[in-house]
């Protein structure tokens, strides 16, 4: 049920994605003024993909509940009026070329009077006014050429006043002072498209308004809303123009990309970051899939929050033409509470620093750092101090109890309490469960678990490598140099280590690699190999004392205290290539068990039997 859903949803994002598409070239056509036969073609290809996006949207509707739902119905009200309004404007422009009607009779230009062709006279027309301002030149002209420019019953004397009359600022000026003559008409008309419509001009002024728009940098349905609008108005200029900015094996949207991205508040861009992952494809990881997620999550905002935005087509309705566009606050007192409320990813990813299915106090990797570490974790996020979430700060937070910890009244959460308590009680925690693996230069009288091993790369290269067994390393790690040679690659992942200690690294981004593991050659052991991922990293750890391993007849060799003295000086210490974690260990581990009087002991794994534990000591 889930993969069918899943599939439904992607397929009807598809067919949106079609829809968008035909009504821009749609507008296109209408602008140029393109053939009827043309436009008829491209609105019943318009009409089939609206039928089959309607049908689909019922059954996606069905898989989901509560918000979601409502989000997805707000989203599809929102798409259905877009239609609407393309093909009745299409539909309108069809009517005053076949010369049936009048434009503004119809439905799309509600508030311009029809003109009657019975006197050659014109009535009282509102048209927008042009002030000179490149972007709305291709509106103007469009309302202009259908309501005045293409009337036969009109002539041009007739025509030019109606051109200065709704003309103003630079525009005016531009054809001010040509004699008003039938003859000078076509004149005034070429100047304005020469000197407002040039097409390349037109486009590189999209493009400046997309870097200059304001950037908004707070959780709000409002703000976040008027971005996209904006963002998504130009980008359907852009392809209006045949300038699509989605076509070509190097799209323009990948170069605005980033920088559109930056103008949105840091706390969705983590959603997006986390809910796409860092294996997305470029079908999933693109400028118009990061738009369509801004606007559903502008939507989940203000169904929590309550916040009652109109969509952008309406508001271009409601607007008269020569009205400046309004902007609306993008900065608003209204924050969110929960990151489950407002961010709501699909995939339900909730902790800021793993990725897991809890909050942010629950993280066992944040619980075990430090309240130096906690702090530069928390602050690092971006998350309140008083209640550990994001989308807004600890002066905007509504969580009104205090700390408690001790009878602590400050109002930060219990987790940043400078507790002495808490501290030891935490230290305490964190030495039971990661072992020392870092103190390798305090090892002597100590055997580590190290093992020779067979590394394979995709293509059938392999080399033999030095393995570590680490149970208290959550990821498994290789060297860089390794990982080189066997030819391996991968996704890049944002991370950072926190050692014994809570000491925390810096974030660095780490290649993810796959690889298979394997029995070294003589073991006596070979046959199927372990397939593992692990982080590509410059040196794993200091050098390690070499441990014995196990007979060429497959048991294990002698252990560490039954080595003679002189043997294990002349064992030199290993190099580790690969860090085995955690989340392969138990893969590798067979559960044989055989231990020696003296104190070591003799583990079975898939790469051999390994001797690790407390040795005897050195005679004099």
Not at 600 to 609: I, K, N, Q, Y
Request: glycine share 8%.
């Amino acid at each position: 049920m889930a993969s069918a859903a899943k599939s439904r949803s992607k397929r009807l994002v598809a067919l949106k994605d079609r829809l968008n598409r035909l009504l821009a070239e749609l507008d296109g056509l209408c602008i140029r003024s393109a053939d009827v036969l043309e436009v008829e073609e491209q609105i019943s290809l318009l009409e089939e993909s609206f039928r089959a996006a309607d049908a689909l949207q019922t059954e996606v509707e069905l898989d989901l509940d509560g918000e979601e739902r409502q989000a997805a119905i707000d989203d599809w009200a929102l798409c259905r009026q877009n239609y609407r309004v393309g093909k009745a404007r299409a539909r309108a422009r069809m009517v005053e070329a076949r010369g049936e009607g009048p434009i503004g009779s119809g439905c799309v230009s509600a508030g311009i009077p029809a003109v009657r062709s019975s006197n050659g006279r014109l009535p009282e027309i509102i048209l927008p006014k042009f002030t000179g301002k490149v972007l709305e030149f291709p509106s103007f002209w469009a309302q202009f050429e259908a309501n005045v420019h293409k009337r036969r019953d009109l002539d041009n004397a007739t025509k030019f006043t109606y051109l200065l009359s709704n003309t103003e600022g630079t525009a005016r000026n531009a054809i001010e002072g040509i004699p008003l003559t039938p003859e000078n008409y076509s004149q005034a008309v070429d100047i304005l498209k020469k000197r407002f419509g040039r097409p390349r001009q037109v486009i590189r002024e999209h493009l400046a308004a997309l870097w200059r728009e304001p950037a908004c940098r707070e959780m709000t349905a409002q703000g976040i809303q008027a971005l996209v609008d904006d963002v998504t108005k130009h980008l359907r200029c852009l392809t209006a123009l045949d300038r699509d900015p989605f076509a070509g094996r190097l799209p323009v949207s990948e170069a605005l990309m980033p920088m559109l991205r930056d103008k949105f508040p840091p706390a969705l861009i983590r959603a997006w970051d986390t809910n796409i992952g860092p294996e997305a494809t470029d079908e999933e990881d693109n400028l118009q899939k990061f738009l369509e997620f801004a606007q559903w999550q502008a939507g989940l905002l203000s169904t929590s929050m309550g916040e009652e935005t109109k969509p952008s087509a309406s508001r271009q309705e409601e607007r008269t033409p020569s009205s400046k566009p309004s902007r609306p606050e993008r900065r608003s007192v209204d924050r969110i509470r929960s990151t489950a409320a407002a961010l709501a990813v699909v995939a339900a990813k909730g902790c800021p620093f793993c990725s897991g299915d809890h909050k942010a106090e629950a993280c066992e990797k944040f619980r075990q750092a430090d309240l130096p570490g906690r702090r530069d974790m928390a602050r690092t996020k971006e998350l309140c101090f008083r209640c550990l979430e994001t989308g807004h700060m600890a002066k905007g937070c509504r969580e009104g109890r205090p700390c408690g910890v001790d009878g602590c009244r400050q109002r930060h959460h219990r987790l940043l309490h400078p507790s002495p308590m808490t501290e030891s009680a935490r230290s305490s925690g964190s030495d039971s469960i990661h072992p020392s693996l870092w103190a390798v230069r305090s090892t002597s009288g100590k055997g580590l678990p190290t093992a020779r091993a067979c590394a394979y790369g995709p293509n059938g290269k392999h080399v033999v490598v030095n393995c570590l067994l680490d149970t208290g390393t959550a990821v498994s790690f290789i060297r860089k140099d390794v990982a080189k040679i066997l030819g391996l690659t991968g996704p890049h992942e944002r991370c950072r280590f926190t050692t014994l200690g809570g000491r925390v690294g810096p974030e660095r981004r780490w290649r993810r690699v796959e690889f298979r593991l394997g029995a070294a050659e003589g073991s006596g052991r070979r046959g199927a190999c372990t397939r593992m991922q692990a982080l590509v990293i410059p040196r794993v750890c200091g050098e390690v004392p070499t441990a014995p391993t196990e007979s060429s007849d497959g048991t294990p060799a002698r252990t560490v205290a039954e080595v003679e003295p002189r043997q294990r000086e002349q064992r030199a210490p290993l190099v580790v290539d690969v860090l085995v974690g955690i989340d392969y260990y138990y893969e590798l581990v067979t559960g044989r068990i055989r231990r020696a009087i003296g104190g070591s002991v003799a583990v079975e794994t898939r790469l051999g039997w390994i001797t690790c534990g407390r040795t005897a000591r050195r005679r004099s």
